[in-house]
């Protein structure tokens, strides 16, 4: 089957899934629901066959298991999958968490950062206007106190005010972006800087908060939590490890405990405490760091109040540097608190995926199998099986192997395949160990999430998508094109004939409607008044009426006839 199409069927069983879980009223991730594919795919005793593609019978067959053990309220082995699901979704190292962290408070104040960057204000009140934006800059980036408080825009105007006056406005629109955002990004931290020393002196420092107090108090108090979650994990293992141990020498207590039950119990308390303690690492080191800036922050400011004592005027380039360093602490203190902050969630959310303990072995029941035997802890179990030096360790496939008795080296020895078979058929009925356990490079499909990276290229990845959008700015660099380069010899030939010409001309000066407004002009009209003129008049002239005769027509004494014309027609003036 192609991969793409291999891809789409899985999609679809996973969504079928989901789909049959929400219908019984249990939502599920799809996360989940893909690693109990992978789970009971795996498992031998469903009868899948992983070399052969899956026929509809199995698909459908498939779908029926996924959804009997995610809806199976009682299975201690599925809350154990989803504490590892959760855990590897929401846990990421110290690195990781402060990149992505600084990563998402970049993308918030770009649109801020963006406002002022683009900016081409030229009147007063938008210089104003971009002046207050860039206050409400300093305050979004620093996180002492809401751009929303008066007291809060006064005191950090006040502070930006002192080394960045708006006059010099103009000098910074003449920037580049990258240069507007860097002298953005440094201004912040000299204001930060300014603000903090002004809290120490006492004259102000509203609404920054005691980090580093709220931090002495909160790391002993989350510590003291874990700690005590801790101890009641442990103190539980070590109970249910001396059941079992009770269980395998007399045989007929199968009958009133279910020892694959309890061994589920175990794994879920097991991986409980594994988690605790990653979480408690992480917190131990944020204590450390925690303590050290405390000791730089105090010495900074020290330093800055001998630099500054008694003196009206200080060169900036021996406060600035101090400013930026105390502003950059405080950030670090920032990113502990936040820090604490997800750990300590993160503890609280795991809690919920022990609630099958009570329900199938209640503390009445454990203790009655407790009688007559002594719990051992780990340290006493290490102490009893440390094992004689003479063993050794043995190398196998570029693995290591130690043993806590002679005769259990030999036997591994003898066949290492076997032994490491049975892990691995043991995992495939019980997933929850492919991760309690590392086993990874057995099953690479079933890498979890949070360590895809550290994996080599020949394993399989899990395919994420998402929907996302990119914004390109226009004209990120200024432009370099010369607009007055000519490349043709006789166009500079024309342009040089053109300025010659220009020396015999005189220059006039004209008034257009583009500049008419830049001086006062003054002008007198007359006012508009009523007026009437005549355009014709009635007139008629009289034509006189021609009159022509013509005499002798008729003849006379002579025989031939003579005409003669007479105009009687009388002349125009005498009409």
């Known amino acids: 089957m192609p991969l793409t199409q291999a891809e789409s069927v899985i999609k679809n069983i996973i969504r079928e899934i989901g789909q049959e879980c929400a219908a019984h009223g249990e939502i599920v991730s799809e996360t989940l629901v893909a690693f109990m594919v992978k789970a009971v795919v795996l498992d031998p005793g469903n009868g899948f066959n992983m070399d052969r593609t899956l026929m509809k019978s199995d698909v459908q067959k498939l779908v029926k298991f996924c959804v009997a053990r995610l809806l199976d309220s009682k299975n201690p082995s599925l809350d154990t999958i989803k504490m590892q699901v959760y855990f590897d979704m929401n846990y990421t190292s110290r690195e990781e968490f402060l990149e992505e962290h600084h990563r998402v408070l970049e993308s918030r104040l770009s649109s801020v950062s963006r406002e002022i960057t683009d900016n081409r204000a030229c009147v007063r009140e938008e210089l104003e206007s971009l002046y207050r934006k860039i206050v409400s800059y300093v305050l979004l980036r620093s996180g002492l106190g809401s751009p929303t408080d008066i007291k809060t825009v006064r005191e950090a105007t006040a502070a930006l005010q002192s080394v960045f006056p708006q006059a010099e406005l103009g000098t910074f629109l003449t920037l580049g972006k990258k240069d507007k955002e860097c002298q953005l990004k440094e201004l912040t931290m000299i204001v930060t800087g300014i603000r903090l020393f002004n809290r120490d002196c006492g004259k102000g420092g509203e609404g920054i908060d005691d980090l580093p107090a709220i931090l002495h108090e909160a790391i002993p108090a989350t510590t003291q939590h874990i700690d005590s979650q801790l101890q009641i994990a442990q103190d539980q293992a070590y109970r249910y490890t001396a059941i079992l141990e009770k269980v395998m020498k007399n045989p007929l207590m199968n009958k009133e405990l279910q020892p ?113 035997v002594t719990v051992k802890t780990d340290v006493c179990r290490i102490k009893e099986h440390i094992g004689n030096p003479t063993i050794g360790i043995l190398k196998y496939k570029d693995n290591y192997y130690t043993f806590n008795t002679r005769d259990a080296a030999y036997s591994f020895a003898e066949n290492p395949e076997h032994y490491i078979n049975l892990i691995k058929e043991k995992a495939k009925k019980n997933a929850e160990l492919i991760q309690l356990l590392e086993l990874h490079q057995q099953f690479e499909t079933l890498v979890p999430y949070s360590q895809m990276r550290d994996i080599d290229k020949h394993y399989i990845k899990p395919i994420t998508m998402c929907e996302s959008s990119t914004q390109t700015d226009t004209h990120i660099l200024s432009p370099t094109i010369v607009r007055s380069y000519e490349w043709n010899e006789w166009e500079l030939r024309r342009k040089a004939i053109k300025l010659a010409n220009l020396r015999q001309k005189i220059t006039h000066s004209v008034q257009t409607d583009l500049s008419h407004m830049r001086r006062e002009n003054s002008s007198q009209v007359y006012p508009c008044k009523d007026a009437s003129t005549q355009s014709k008049r009635e007139s008629s002239t009289r034509v006189p009426k021609p009159q022509i005769y013509i005499a002798g027509l008729r003849g006379g004494q002579n025989k031939t006839p003579c005409g003669i014309k007479v105009n009687l027609t009388r002349a125009i003036d005498e009409t």
């Open 260 to 372: 694959y039950m309890l061994k589920e119990a175990l794994y879920n308390v097991r991986q409980y405490e594994i988690f605790l303690q990653i979480i408690l690492s992480d917190i131990i080191t944020c204590a450390q760091e925690v303590e050290m800036m405390r000791r730089q922050l105090g010495a900074q400011l020290e330093l800055l109040k001998m630099t500054v004592k008694s003196k009206t005027a200080v060169p900036t380039s021996q406060v600035f540097p101090i400013f930026i360093a105390l502003a950059s602490l405080w950030t670090s203190f920032q990113d502990e608190t936040v820090l604490i902050s997800v750990l300590s969630n993160l503890t609280t959310h795991l809690e919920p995926f022990l609630g099958t303990h009570e329900l199938l072995f209640p503390e009445k029941m454990i203790q009655g199998f407790l009688d007559d």
